[in-house]
Nanobody, 128 residues
Framework: QVQLLESGGGLVQAGGSLRLSCAAS????????WGWFRQAPGKEREFVAAITKSGDSTYYADSVKGRFTISGDNAKNAVYLQMNRLKSEDTAVYYC?????????????????????WGQGTQVTVSS
């Protein structure tokens, strides 16, 4: 089992930036990809961004495209989410997710069903 620890959440004014980090530890034998998801109060969890281990493929939700950037550091078994031009609607608990085994299509990283392990979440609050 892999443990994921997120950090970097907090309170920020609209238009500001935050950088989320997620570090993996435990039985890391292989990595296929990472994802970030979020869940706002009263809403279902939704996809935010994903990246393959190689970094060759990245995916973003339309709502964050052009504002958020996902990146990874294989040496540190970590993934990051740089969030710029934050909006009040970005307020949510953000979850890091990890996928070890390969998928037939990397686009499947956009779906929470395909992840093995999840972090506890970090709160991001954007004040308007």
């Amino acid at each position: 089992q892999v443990q994921l620890l997120e950090s970097g959440g907090g309170l920020v004014q609209a238009g500001g930036s935050l950088r989320l980090s997620c570090a993996a530890s435990g039985n890391i034998f292989s990595t296929y990809g990472w994802g970030w998801f979020r869940q706002a109060p009263g809403k279902e969890r939704e996809f935010v961004a994903a990246i393959t281990k190689s970094g060759d493929s990245t995916y973003y939700a339309d709502s964050v495209k052009g504002r958020f950037t996902i990146s990874g550091d294989n040496a540190k078994n970590a993934v990051y989410l740089q969030m710029n031009r934050l909006k009040s609607e970005d307020t949510a608990v953000y979850y890091c997710a990890y996928r070890s085994a390969a998928l037939s299509l990397s686009t499947l990283l956009k779906y929470d069903y395909y992840y093995n392990d999840w972090g506890q979440g970090t709160q991001v609050t954007v004040s308007s």
